[in-house]
């Protein structure tokens, strides 16, 4: 039998990428693969908000050459039309539940966000639930927690400053054994505007005490809430 030192064998992230159709899509999507490409050990899980999956994005995803799983989820026309996304990473969720995994890292990563690929080493050692800054979230210029001492001190955002984790889906990724929880944490469609990480955050911690601070104690963006232009086609 072959051993491995400990730590030699790197943990799989669980990328949570959920996707619409819009004339950027692609273009958006080739950007992200182009990152996650560059990293080992990614299990890239996209969600289509569509009654099919497309062929477009499943090439794309083919080509990337990133080991992943190509889902659709239809958005219920029931849902809170406020979020987007919320019923796709729920069915992620689920989906990498069912992989019945007892190690590994799992994290939300919009197809329109530009990152780092530093950010995926950082985040591949979560014990609980690990934190950084975003870049040009929360309307501020980046939004993310002030650690002192390695202690979270206080949160830098200029948005809802009463949430209890004021910060961004890009901001954090977690333990998959959270996932084999009763009930499994969920991302709530009935949660307030901008209110979803918060709430998803308190179904897994109960203190900032219990988050991890990665990127140099916060104080470095390797990820950015960037935006893709709504192209005017005539
Ligand atoms: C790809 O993902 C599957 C399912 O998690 C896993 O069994 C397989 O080992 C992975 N392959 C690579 C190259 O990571
Ligand atoms: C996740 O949690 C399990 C169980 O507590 C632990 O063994 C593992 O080291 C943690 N981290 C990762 C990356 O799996
Ligand atoms: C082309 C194709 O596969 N269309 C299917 C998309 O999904 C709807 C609803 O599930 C089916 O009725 C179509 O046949």
């Not at 819009?22 to 999507?29: A, K, V």
């Not at 890009?170 to 009763?182: G, I, P, Y």
């Not at 901008?194 to 990820?223: P, R, W, Y």
Request: proline fraction near 4%; charged fraction near 25%; glycine fraction near 4%.
């Amino acid at each position: 039998m072959m051993s491995f030192p400990l730590g030699l064998l790197a943990d799989i992230i669980y990328v949570i990428t959920p996707t619409y159709y819009r004339s950027t899509q692609i273009g958006d999507l080739l950007r992200l693969a182009a990152t996650l490409r560059l990293v080992d050990n990614i299990h890239w899980i996209v969600v289509e908000d569509s009654n099919n999956i497309s062929s477009a994005v499943k090439k794309l995803v083919k080509d990337s050459t990133v080991n992943f799983t190509l889902l659709n989820y239809k958005t219920p026309p029931s849902a809170n039309r406020i979020h987007r996304g919320v019923h796709q990473r729920n069915f992620a969720l689920k989906t990498i539940r069912s992989f019945k995994v007892s190690r590994g890292v799992v994290y939300f990563a919009d197809d329109d966000n530009t990152y780092d690929k530093r950010i995926f080493n950082e985040m591949r050692n979560t014990q609980k639930v690990s934190i950084w800054p975003v870049g040009f979230a929360g309307g501020v210029d980046f939004e993310g927690p002030v650690v002192r001492n390695k202690k979270i001190v206080k949160w830098k955002t200029g948005f809802a400053r009463k949430r209890k984790f004021p910060t961004d889906m890009a901001s954090f990724a977690f333990n998959v054994t959270f996932l084999s929880k009763s009930p499994m944490p969920k991302i709530p469609d009935n949660a307030k505007h901008g209110h979803l990480e918060t709430d998803f955050l308190m179904q897994l911690i109960n203190s900032s005490d219990e988050l991890e601070s990665k990127a140099e104690d916060c104080s470095k963006v390797l990820v950015w809430h960037t935006k893709t232009m709504k192209q005017k086609l005539n």
